[in-house]
């Protein structure tokens, strides 16, 4: 496996705090890039700029992205253009939403 891959991979199990969907679904992650000399730059953004999980959130994506073999340096751009809504989820995570939301 590549390691972008690998990155996807691991970002796939990264959860959103609040609502437990992991972050690739939910489609907070614009971007991933990775350069030769193992640096990672990860352009995502936030359900809401004033998140007030957003440093738990981080510090999962910097432990996790920084523990694969080959990744030297993890950072995160956090961008707000364009600015999320659901119609950048997944059919799983809306699914998923769906199900959490009937439980409740």
Not at 33 to 44: A, F, L, P, Y
């Amino acid at each position: 496996m590549q390691l972008k891959d690998e990155v996807w991979s691991v970002l796939e199990e990264v959860m959103d705090p609040e609502l437990h969907i992991n972050i690739v679904d939910l489609g907070l992650v614009y971007d991933l890039e990775i350069d030769s000399n193992g640096k990672v730059e990860i352009t995502m953004t936030l359900t809401i700029s004033e998140c007030p999980l957003k440093d738990v959130l981080l510090n999962d994506i910097q432990d996790k992205v920084g523990a694969v073999s080959g990744v030297k340096e993890v950072k995160v751009n956090l961008v707000w253009e364009p600015a999320w809504t659901p119609a950048r989820m997944s059919d799983e995570a809306i699914q998923e939403f769906k199900r959490r939301q009937s439980i409740s």
